[in-house]
């Protein structure tokens, strides 16, 4: 093999930080527009969070070529499922299928981190998170990406989730207001913004309740 090629990946790791929180009737998916590559800034208003049904949104931290790949398959797969049954996936049978098809390919992964966020059946919130291979687990927060070592440890302080191993199990969701966890989610993400240099630049918000879908935004920081 030529010397040049010797370090080649098929991967990259574009940075970026994604957080879900999921309270009683509400759930709320956050996401830093920042991508990165190594210490050059390609783009500070690129969007990591993606509809996948009316109540389902996923962000993803990683590769986003593979995300974007990714997202692709999974709309695919959702407009098939629409076709045969007339209906929307709910939130938990698409976590199903991005389980399924993230470990379809384990052999040559998508080199993406994601959280999937949404409303169940019951009006629930509830938060899905994931390995680069389809291990995945209901929560009632996560953090992914560049800043989630540093995120995790705070919303672990904050929101003490209890441990999937009591009997019997206990409710996965958060105790917070909506108000309060969007409060949160800003308070992370300012946090995260000042020590990890792939977060930064504005932080999009999705919040989903029985109303509907709402977006917000908020600055951070650009250097």
């Not at 629409?82 to 996936?89: E, I, V, Y």
């Not at 989610?185 to 879908?213: H, M, P, Q, W």
Request: with cysteine; aromatic share 10%.
């Amino acid at each position: 093999m030529p010397k040049e090629h010797a370090n080649w990946s098929p991967y990259d790791n574009n940075g970026g930080t994604c957080v879900a929180i999921a309270g009683a009737d509400y759930c709320v998916i956050a996401a830093d527009t920042r991508m990165s590559t190594g210490y050059s800034i390609l783009t500070r208003e690129y969007s990591k969070i993606c509809k996948l049904a009316d109540k389902s949104f996923m962000a993803s931290s990683g590769f986003q070529a593979d995300v974007k790949a990714l997202q692709k398959v999974l709309s695919s797969r959702h407009l098939i499922y629409q076709h045969q049954h007339n209906k929307q996936m709910s939130c938990p049978a698409m976590a199903q299928l991005l389980s399924n098809t993230l470990y379809y390919k384990r052999f040559f992964p998508y080199y993406a981190f994601n959280v999937l966020g949404g409303l169940d059946s019951e009006g629930k919130g509830c938060v899905f998170t994931y390995d680069a291979v389809g291990s995945y687990e209901r929560v009632g927060y996560s953090a992914q990406g560049s800043g989630a070592t540093l995120i995790t440890p705070f919303l672990d302080n904050q929101l003490k989730s209890p441990s999937p191993l009591l009997l019997p199990a206990k409710d996965a969701v958060t105790p917070l207001s909506e108000a309060e966890a969007i409060d949160l989610v800003k308070t992370c993400f300012s946090s995260a913004t000042e020590r990890d240099i792939y977060t930064g630049d504005s932080v999009e918000i999705i919040i989903l309740n029985a109303n509907g879908v709402r977006r917000e935004s908020e600055q951070l920081r650009r250097d």
